[in-house]
């Protein structure tokens, strides 16, 4: 199973560098074979090449270098093609100078694109194009679009004729999905060897359209290298984690999840995260919770066991209630604290002893999380694995810090607090991210907004426990939970739409999608 990973622009360079210079593949080679790939796409989009109508922008660097090789080979396939080069040939890179004589020694139509007068032209060939293809600029462009560029760019979201782009939309940043100003809007990107981190953040994620990785013949062994560390969860990556099961198991086989949490008004969030992870596939649960809302619980869900835990005047779990937790944490695989419990004095001392009592491996979410107080240095006294399941309003308390300061930062933040605590970080969210101790990271592309809903992060929970219940380490049951949740979402999103979908939607799509998972 490959992992599909996401790459800075400074990494792929140095990937496109070491392809030459470790493996001796040419870069005029690469290049070739780039705008080979990105002819496929666009026979995959027009159906037919001979006659259709073609503008390409290019620019000097390689990028225009691509499009250079792209209307080479548009001619030879009976296109139409008319080539605009932003700037002089004489600033053109080694590489594209190359393809630019070979295709004015084949009369190739290359029109200078310089200043205000050419913009006339330039919008008489994109009123009548079949497809323009952005050729301006690749992965290494930063900043915004000069004046013309916005120009040009603008012009080009006013076509009604299909947009590709070449590596990434000209105007969006390659490693943080910025666009500053205007930028092209893509109905197709075609990128290569691998996605750039920006193509899946916002707002860059936006301009990309549909997008395609291609291979150009980097060895597979570059991209392969544990330094580029952060991963693009696809369904390929669970491919093997659910094989039938065997025979000769009993319901012990797939562990025990115990949910501790909830309280007055709060019965619902443990008893979804019981529920999911009952669905995950865990072989028993069991949700303690105050004894004024066990009877809510009992009537739940019948095959969900429970047990009542003695409760403060507020209706939430009391200190009194550690030793029947001590004795419930004996016979569990796998805990989670957290979901529903409210917020109040006590709690700290619950959640801390349950910290430290804990001789198993635990998730941590919602008032879990704030019951801490900003005392993460309690991760570092546990020996045995810990998830922490934070959004952004959970996160920026834990570290004293604003919610736009944690959203301006996510990857590097997660990852150094997983590092620093030695947890397992699941910062939800649109592109929910999840961060290893060991630095590794996962960037979640699946769900959508439906499930921005009360209850979704406690069903995330449990389905990351019934995973763990079942024997995933806790690294793999974070980025397969957070995967399967997704995906869940999107398959209950076809039934109720985004603006219906409730949590309880998200666990009943849960078996379709573990199904097909098996298949």
């Known amino acids: 199973m490959r992992r599909l990973k996401l790459l800075k622009a400074e990494q792929m360079k140095e990937i496109d560098q070491r392809a030459s210079q470790e493996y001796l593949i040419p870069s005029i080679v690469l290049m070739e074979n780039a705008g080979l790939q990105a002819l496929d796409t666009i026979m995959d989009i027009l159906d037919e090449l001979s006659g259709k109508r073609v503008v390409i922008l290019a620019g000097r660097g390689n990028n225009g270098g691509d499009g250079l090789v792209i209307a080479r080979h548009l001619i030879n396939a009976g296109a139409q093609v008319d080539v605009f080069l932003l700037g002089e040939a004489q600033d053109l890179t080694p590489d594209a100078a190359i393809n630019y004589h070979i295709l004015k020694k084949m009369n190739g139509n290359i029109n200078p694109l310089l200043?205000?007068?050419?913009?006339?032209?330039?919008?008489?060939?994109?009123?009548?194009?079949?497809?323009?293809?952005?050729?301006?600029?690749?992965?290494?462009?930063?900043?915004?679009?000069?004046?013309?560029?916005?120009?040009?760019?603008?012009?080009?979201?006013?076509?009604?004729?299909?947009?590709?782009?070449?590596?990434i939309p000209s105007g969006v940043e390659a490693d943080s999905g910025s666009v500053h100003g205007e930028a092209i809007r893509a109905d197709y990107t075609v990128t290569f060897a691998a996605p750039k981190l920006g193509m899946i953040m916002e707002p860059g994620r936006d301009y990309i359209g549909i997008l395609s990785v291609v291979d150009i013949s980097i060895p597979q062994v570059l991209l392969a290298d544990e330094k580029y560390n952060i991963h693009l969860l696809t369904a390929s990556m669970l491919k093997g984690y659910f094989k039938p099961r065997r025979r000769e198991t009993h319901k012990g086989s797939y562990g025990h999840v115990l949910v501790m949490g909830g309280s007055m008004g709060m019965s619902g969030a443990p008893l979804m995260s019981s529920w999911a992870a009952m669905r995950s596939g865990a072989g028993l649960v069991t949700a303690a919770v105050p004894e004024c809302i066990l009877a809510k619980i009992d009537a739940a869900i019948p095959e969900l066991m429970s047990r009542g835990l003695p409760y403060t005047d507020k209706g939430a779990i009391a200190t009194a209630a550690l030793p029947i937790i001590t004795e419930l944490l004996r016979s569990a695989t796998v805990a989670c604290i957290g979901p529903g419990m409210s917020s109040y004095d006590e709690g700290r001392s619950v959640v801390a002893a349950v910290l430290k009592k804990a001789e198993l491996p635990l998730l941590v979410d919602a008032d879990g999380l704030n019951a801490l107080n900003g005392n993460t240095g309690i991760f570092k006294e546990r020996s045995y694995p810990t998830v922490i399941t934070p959004h952004p309003g959970e996160m920026a308390r834990l570290l004293g810090l604003s919610v736009p300061e944690i959203q301006s930062n996510r990857l590097e933040i997660s990852r150094q607090s997983a590092a620093e605590w030695g947890v397992t970080v699941v910062l939800k969210g649109n592109q929910t991210v999840v961060a290893s101790p060991s630095g590794q990271l996962y960037v979640n592309p699946v769900g959508n907004p439906g499930m921005a809903t009360a209850g979704s992060g406690d069903v995330l929970s449990g389905i990351i426990t019934g995973l763990m219940a079942q024997g995933m380490n806790a690294d793999q049951a974070a980025w397969v939970g957070v995967y399967l949740h997704g995906r869940a979402g999107d398959e209950a999103v076809l039934q109720t739409g985004e603006r219906a979908l409730i949590a309880t939607d998200i666990i009943?799509?849960?078996?379709?999608?573990?199904r097909q998972e098996e298949n």
């Open 115 to 167: 200043g205000k007068n050419d913009l006339d032209h330039l919008l008489a060939k994109l009123l009548l194009a079949d497809i323009i293809v952005d050729a301006i600029y690749g992965i290494g462009f930063k900043g915004s679009l000069n004046p013309f560029e916005t120009q040009v760019a603008k012009l080009v979201n006013l076509s009604q004729a299909q947009v590709l782009a070449i590596d």
């Open 508 to 514: 009943n799509a849960l078996p379709l999608v573990l």
